[in-house]
């Protein structure tokens, strides 16, 4: 996994979020497709558009979020075990954990019994 590609798609997200945009272009591989699709189904953006074979066009909701913030560095990456897996503002906001099972949710990763790497907690 390419956590340069990651952190660079958390940063768009977060200034566009901050300026009051309602899209944003990044680019487009294997991880950011999934972060996106999972930011998607868990409503923290309104859709994903794949515009060609290099860039995504990210919708974002008003107001879906006020925090997005990487855990993980490439510097210094946060692994974990399933039972340690923290919680963003008490369970009410969302981490984004990445698994031998692909991209999912800390919820996820606890009732799978599954570890990884900790990406980042929006809420």
């Known amino acids: ?6 952190i660079d798609f958390l940063t768009r997200l977060r200034n566009a979020h901050v300026r009051g945009k309602t899209q944003v272009s990044t680019k487009r ?5 999934a ?7 868990e409503g923290f953006l309104a859709r994903v558009e794949v515009t060609n074979d290099r ?3 990210l919708h974002l909701k ?3 979020f006020s925090t997005l913030e990487a855990l993980s560095k490439p510097s210094l990456p946060v ?3 399933a039972n340690k897996i923290p919680q963003a503002l008490n369970g009410m906001g969302t981490v984004i954990v990445s698994t ?6 800390g919820k996820e990763a606890r009732q799978r019994g599954i570890g990884g790497e900790v990406l980042c907690w929006i809420y």
């Open 79 to 81: 692994y974990v075990t």
């Open 29 to 33: 591989s294997k991880v950011t497709l």
């Open 1 to 6: 996994m390419s956590k340069i590609l990651v």
């Open 55 to 57: 860039c995504l066009q």
């Open 35 to 41: 972060l996106a699709s999972l930011l998607v189904r």
């Open 62 to 64: 008003p107001a879906s």
């Open 100 to 105: 031998s099972q692909g991209l999912v949710t």
